[in-house]
C-alpha cells in the first residue's frame, strides 16, 4: 500500500481549518498551520505533496505566502490551490498567474474539494514518479547521468560566478569484467550497488552529487571543496570499498574489489569547459589504473 500523501491547510479561522480537515483526513496525512508564517515554515519542513491556501487572513495574505512559497527552491514544486470566498474574477486570475493549480471559492460542495484535491495530488504523485525516472540510475538508486550533466552545467556556472573551487571525480571498479565472470552478472550487479552506497555515504555536503556515469564508472561532484578536501573524501571512498572486503578470488588486487580514483580540482574562468575537466579527471583516473590501481590520482 502507498504512503498516505500530505496535505497542508492554511487557513486563520479555525472553522475553515476543521471543515477541511474533516473532509479530507480519512484520504490523506492533514497538517494544519493557523497562518501564513507558519504555513511557510511546515511547507519548508514537512514538504507536503498539496498546500489549501485561504486568501484573507491576518498578517500575511494568501497570495504574499503563495509568491514566497513559489520563489523558494524547496517548497517552489508543491501545488497549491486557493480556498477562498473571495468570489470575483480578477482574484481567481491573480491567484492562478501567481502559481496556483486551482482556485476553488467558498461555499463550496465537499464531494468536489476532495475530487479536484485527489485529482492534484494524483498529478504530483505522477510528476515525482517522472522525475524518478528521468533523474535516477534504478539499479544503483544514485543520479543517473543525465542528472549529472544538468547539476554539472549549473554548478560550473555558480563556480565561475564565485570564482571557487569544483572538483570532479571518476571511479572506476577494479577488474570488473573478472568479477562478472566469476561471481555472476547479478553477483555485480550487488557490487555496484554496495559501491554506489558508500560513495553516497561518504558525501556530506548537500550539493554533493554522486551519479552512475556509465557501466561501472561512477562521477562525483565536489562544489566549493578544495583539492586537498576532496582527496581525503576520496581516499576515505577507496577505503570505505577495500573495507567491504569483498572477495574476488583470482582478482589481480590482492583479492578485494576496489575501486581506482581519478580527480582534478578547477576554479573554473570563462574560457573554461565542463568537458574539459571531466576528460582531466579521466587522464586521471587512466594514470590510476595505469599505476596499480586501488588508488587515488588527482
Ligand atoms: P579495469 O580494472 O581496467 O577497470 O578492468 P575492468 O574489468 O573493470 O574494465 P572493463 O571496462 O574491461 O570491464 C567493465 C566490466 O563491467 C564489463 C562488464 O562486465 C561490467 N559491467 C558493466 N556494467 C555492468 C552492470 O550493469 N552490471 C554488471 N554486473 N556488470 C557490469
Ligand atoms: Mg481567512
Ligand atoms: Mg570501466
Ligand atoms: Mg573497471
Avoid at 198 to 211: E, G, H, I, T
Wanted: aromatic share 4%.
Amino acid at each position: 500500500m502507498q504512503a498516505k500523501q500530505r496535505v497542508l491547510i492554511i487557513d486563520d479561522e479555525k472553522t475553515n481549518l476543521k471543515i477541511l480537515s474533516d473532509i479530507l483526513r480519512d484520504e490523506v496525512e492533514v497538517i494544519l498551520a493557523k497562518d501564513g508564517a507558519q504555513g511557510i515554515r511546515k511547507a519548508r519542513e514537512l514538504a507536503p505533496d498539496l498546500i489549501l491556501l485561504d486568501v484573507v487572513m491576518a498578517g500575511m495574505s494568501g497570495f504574499d505566502v503563495i509568491t514566497k512559497l513559489k520563489h523558494d527552491a524547496i517548497t517552489s514544486a508543491i501545488p497549491v490551490i486557493f480556498i477562498t470566498s473571495l468570489g470575483d474574477v480578477s482574484h481567481e486570475e491573480r491567484g492562478l498567474l501567481l502559481g496556483a493549480c486551482d482556485y476553488i471559492q467558498k461555499p463550496f460542495h465537499a464531494a468536489i474539494v476532495l475530487a479536484r484535491i485527489q485529482l492534484h495530488l494524483q498529478l504530483a504523485r505522477q510528476r515525482l514518479m517522472l522525475e524518478r525516472l528521468a533523474n535516477i540510475d534504478p539499479l544503483t538508486e544514485v543520479a543517473n547521468r543525465r542528472r549529472h550533466e544538468e547539476v554539472l552545467a549549473s554548478e560550473w556556472r555558480v563556480a565561475m560566478r564565485n570564482h571557487s573551487e569544483i572538483s570532479l571525480v571518476m571511479v572506476d571498479i577494479d577488474n570488473f569484467k573478472h568479477y562478472n565472470d566469476r561471481y555472476g552478472h547479478a553477483a555485480g550487479d550487488r557490487v555496484l550497488q554496495q559501491v554506489a552506497q558508500q560513495l553516497s555515504a561518504q558525501l556530506k555536503r548537500p550539493r554533493d552529487l554522486v551519479a552512475r556515469y556509465g557501466g561501472e564508472e561512477f562521477i562525483i561532484l565536489l562544489p566549493e571543496n578544495s583539492q586537498a578536501g576532496s582527496m581525503e573524501i576520496m581516499e576515505n571512498c577507496r577505503t570505505a570499498i577495500e573495507n567491504l572486503g569483498l572477495e574476488q578470488v583470482g582478482g589481480e588486487d590482492g583479492q578485494r574489489v576496489t575501486i581506482s580514483i581519478g580527480g582534478i580540482t578547477c576554479r573554473p574562468g570563462l574560457k573554461d569547459k565542463a568537458s574539459d575537466a571531466l576528460k582531466m579527471a579521466d587522464d586521471m583516473l587512466y594514470l590510476a589504473k595505469h599505476q596499480g590501481k586501488n588508488r587515488v590520482i588527482w
